[in-house]
């Protein structure tokens, strides 16, 4: 061929990754307009034989398409190690978290369904036993119940089998009162000490956690068999929790003025564990009674200045629901109580005398009945068993509104005698000075809530407190401990 023969020049397919075929281009005297050439930008061209352009768009769409799923895949993955990061630092802070709260043992029964044969630490019963202090049986079971690792209350109690508790001052129980006590506000930190005395059955018992002998008295000064059992509480004054913090035998006769170091030390020991003694209660027994002596205190004077501070007072107060139960035990066992004919005057009464005759009549009239004007006396509460004696519901069935209200209809709509409206004015008297003398609720007690309300009940006590002082019990009307008490 000669110089116009026409020349090469290699092109590429677009979008191809290899070298593109060899295709003829015209020479400058020209060329077929029937020849293949490349096609331009922004016209078409014609095609090379075997090119295809939708396999090429096809295989360009796809190379995007895995472009764009790879950016998604990346972002996704970077998201996800966000997220695996985030929730790693949250589960630390988590068991971070319950390791404060929990011990090791606690986690542990976390993972079981069962908690039998999980041995707890010492530290874990040292918890629950705080916990069982300061949230009582019914709140502990409450924490089981939802699932709080915790050991059970037997667990609890089988622990506590080898701690000495001797007769006396319980140190140990005052380092449990600690623990309780760090939990409690100023107000309820506030707690009366409380004596009462138990009979038991006279006899020498092994106790096999010390393997020492009990039966003998313990009490200072004293010596013999025992007969029964002295027991010092502590109460809470403002909420509801009550400790033994001491306990000792004694026999059926006893010098209480050997009761005035015990209360010392348990009054300086409640405040070296953060509690604050603010009375001494007790019935009007005898020992007791050698006790107030001991310390100085009389009806009109019932308080010394406290052990621990000097600026406030120990108060000594004889326990209501004992005063109620003797005055109604004179009154059952046939004691006349004669009222004071100013009171007789004052309240208009047809008598001054308060009898059990009146209430013995009631009963055999609605004895029988379906409707009882009483429900609650009967012959069983005015001839009460040894044991129906010491229950204080039984006095509360004679002094009630329920039996004055009964009394009142015999005299107006079963022509009684009028007498029987003193028992009934008597008895409804004792009623409201019950209430406000034991009463816990601020309608009822004494609260500077309602000032009138509170007027009302500071007459009324003291108006109780004249009456008391000039009752007369019994044939000789002679002055009564439950007086003192009364007072």
Not at 25 to 30: D, E, L, N, V
Not at 199 to 205: A, D, N, Y
Not at 255 to 278: F, M, T
Not at 407 to 432: G, Q
Request: net charge positive; aromatic share 6%.
């Amino acid at each position: 061929m000669t110089g116009d023969r026409e020349s090469y020049q290699e092109a590429t397919l677009p979008g191809a990754g290899d070298p593109g075929m060899c295709v003829p281009r015209a020479s400058q005297s020209g060329a077929s307009n029937d020849e293949p050439t490349l096609p331009g930008p922004g016209a078409p061209g014609t095609r090379l034989p075997g090119y295809n352009s939708a396999i090429v768009e096809d295989l360009i769409r796809q190379l995007k398409m895995e472009k764009l799923m790879r950016r998604r895949a990346e972002r996704a993955l970077a998201q996800q190690k966000r997220i695996n990061l985030a929730l790693s630092k949250r589960n630390n802070l988590v068991n971070q978290k319950f390791t404060q709260i929990l011990n090791r043992d606690q986690m542990t029964a976390l993972g079981q369904e069962k908690k039998r044969g999980i041995r707890w630490g010492k530290e874990t019963i040292k918890k629950a036993i705080k916990i069982r202090f300061t949230a009582g049986t019914t709140g502990y079971k409450t924490l089981q119940q939802m699932q709080i690792p915790l050991p059970n209350i037997r667990t609890l109690q089988r622990r506590m089998q080898h701690v000495k508790l001797e007769p006396g001052v319980l140190g140990e129980v005052f380092e449990m009162l600690r623990l309780k006590a760090g939990g409690m506000s100023e107000m309820e930190r506030e707690c009366v000490l409380s004596l009462d005395e138990m009979s038991i059955t006279p006899g020498v018992e092994l106790h096999l956690g010390t393997g020492r002998l009990f039966g003998n008295i313990t009490l200072p000064g004293h010596q013999g068999q025992a007969t029964h059992a002295l027991v010092f509480m502590l109460a809470g004054a403002t909420t509801r929790w009550k400790q033994v913090v001491a306990y000792h035998y004694s026999g059926n006769s006893t010098n209480g003025a050997v009761y005035r170091p015990i209360i010392v030390r348990i009054v300086e020991a409640a405040a070296s564990v953060g509690l604050h003694v603010l009375n001494i209660t007790t019935d009007m027994g005898s020992p007791n009674r050698a006790m107030w002596k001991s310390f100085g205190v009389t009806y009109d004077k019932p308080w010394i200045q406290h052990p621990v501070e000097p600026n406030q007072r120990l108060h000594f107060m004889p326990d209501v629901p004992h005063l109620v139960k003797n005055l109604k035990s004179a009154i059952i066992r046939g004691h006349i109580i004669t009222i004071p004919l100013d009171v007789v005057e004052k309240e208009q009464l047809a008598s001054s005398e308060v009898s059990v005759s009146p209430l013995k009549d009631l009963v055999s009239f609605q004895e029988g009945m379906a409707l009882k004007l009483a429900p609650n006396l009967s012959r069983g509460v005015l001839e009460p068993s040894h044991f129906e004696k010491m229950k204080v519901s039984s006095a509360m069935h004679v002094f009630s509104k329920a039996t004055s209200a009964a009394l009142r209809y015999m005299v107006e709509e079963e022509r009684r005698p009028e007498s029987y409206l003193t028992t009934a004015w008597f008895l409804d008297k004792m009623d409201h000075w019950f209430d406000l003398m034991s009463s816990r609720n601020v309608v009822t007690a004494l609260s500077h809530f309602k000032m009138e309300e509170y007027e009302k009940a500071i007459s009324f006590l003291r108006d109780s407190i004249h009456l008391f002082q000039g009752l007369k019990i019994g044939p000789q009307g002679s002055w009564k401990p439950v007086q003192t008490g009364l007072v």
